[in-house]
C-alpha cells in the first residue's frame, strides 16, 4: 500500500507526554491546575508578554478577547473576507456585527484601503488574521487603528511564533489569541490562548473563563464578578502542550525547511505562485495561488498527496448578508485558486521531492494538453 502524504499531523513526544499524564492523574482532579498554570507561564515567557490565558479553543479565546475589550450589541467589527469562519462567529456570538473587508491579493491579509473604507462610528474593534504565519501590515493596520481610537484583537490562530520585526504575532493588539488544534505548531487536542499586555484586560478574561469568579473555592464562598462561563482549561492538555515545547526549536526549523524546499523546487510562473514569508516568521502551511486548483488537488490526491483548499470568501456563505462580490474584488478573483500544500512535520526529503515533482508534471501535462 502507497505511503499516504498527510496535509498536517500532529508531533508529540509520547514518553514525555505519558508521564506528565500520569503525573496528572495520581494528583487526583485532572482540570485545571499546576501544569495549566507552568503551560501558561512559558507560553508567556516564549513570547515576551505579561499575561498568558489558556481557554477550550481558538474561538473561545476570540470570543473571551472581544468580551474581555468590552464588544457587544450596536459595535461593529472589521473581519477579513477569507479567514476560517471562527473568526466572524467569535464576533456573532458577542453581539457585535462583523463588517467583513476584502484581503489582499498579494499576501491575503487585510486589505488596508478597504478597511479605512469599512471605518464607521460603530467600530470597535479590527480582527487581523495571520493567515498561514503571515503577519506585514500589521504595523500599518496598527497606526490605522490608533488613528481612529480603534482596538486591535489579533486573531494568530494560524501563528504562534511566529514574529514580524522582532516581535512575535498576536503581542501588536491589545491582546492576541492562538488555536492549539491539531493542525497547529504544537496542539493540546483542542485549546486555545489569549495574551495580552494589559492587567484590567488579564482580569477580565480570568473571570469571563471562570464563571466571574476571582479564584475557586468549594462554592459557598465563591464571589461572582461579572458574567462569566466555564471555558477552562484542563492539566491533561497542558501535559500534551510541555511535551511539544520541549522540541519547539525543531517545529520551527521543519516548518522553514518544508517551505524552502517547496519554494526551491516547484516550477513558479503564470500558473503556480507559493505566498512570501520573512526570515522571522513562520511558516505554519504552505499556501500558493495555482490555476486549475480542483483538478490539481484532484491530481495529488490520485498521488496519496493530502492537500487542503483555502475557505471559500465569507460573503459567500449562507450566514452572511451581503453576497454581493462588489466589495470584494480580490476575495471573488482569489476564489477557487488557493491551496496549501502538505505541512505535516513527519514528511521527509523523499515526500517533499515527490510532492514537487507531482505538481510540476502537472502543470507540464496541462501545458501540452
Sequence with gaps: MKKKISFSFPNINTKYTLNLIKKTLTQGFPNEGSLTEQFEKKISKILKVKYALSTTSGTTALYL???????????????????????????????????????????????????????????????????????????????????????????????????????????????GCFSLAPNKIITTGQGGIVV?????????????????????????????????????????????????????????????????YYFNNIIQDKNFKIYKFNNEEIPLWTDVWCKNRDKLYKHLLKKNIITRKYWKPLNLSRPSNNRSDKKFKNSKALNNKLLWLPSALNLNEKDLSKICKSVNSFYRREKNA
Design 65 to 175: 478577547g472581544l468580551k474581555a475589550l468590552g464588544v457587544g450589541f450596536g459595535d461593529e467589527v472589521i473581519v477579513p473576507n477569507i479567514t476560517f469562519p471562527a473568526t466572524a462567529n467569535a464576533v456573532k456570538m458577542s453581539g457585535a456585527k462583523p463588517v467583513l473587508v476584502d484581503v489582499d491579493k498579494n499576501d491575503l491579509l487585510l486589505d488596508l484601503k478597504s478597511v479605512k473604507n469599512a471605518i464607521s462610528k460603530k467600530t470597535k474593534v479590527i480582527i487581523p488574521v495571520h493567515i498561514s504565519g503571515r503577519g506585514n501590515n500589521i504595523i500599518k493596520l496598527k497606526k490605522l487603528a490608533t488613528k481612529y481610537k480603534i482596538l486591535i484583537l489579533e486573531d494568530a490562530a494560524e501563528s504562534l511564533f511566529s514574529k514580524y520585526k522582532n516581535f512575535f504575532l498576536g503581542t501588536f493588539g491589545k491582546a
Design 196 to 260: 495580552t499586555n494589559d492587567k484590567l484586560i488579564f482580569s477580565r478574561l480570568k473571570y469571563l473563563k471562570d464563571q466571574g469568579r476571582k479564584k475557586k473555592s468549594l462554592g459557598g464562598d465563591d464571589f461572582y464578578y461579572s458574567e462569566g462561563y466555564n471555558f477552562k482549561f484542563t492539566d491533561l492538555q497542558a501535559s500534551l502542550g510541555l511535551s511539544q515545547l520541549k522540541n519547539l526549536a525543531f517545529r520551527k526549523q521543519k516548518l522553514k525547511k518544508i517551505y524552502n
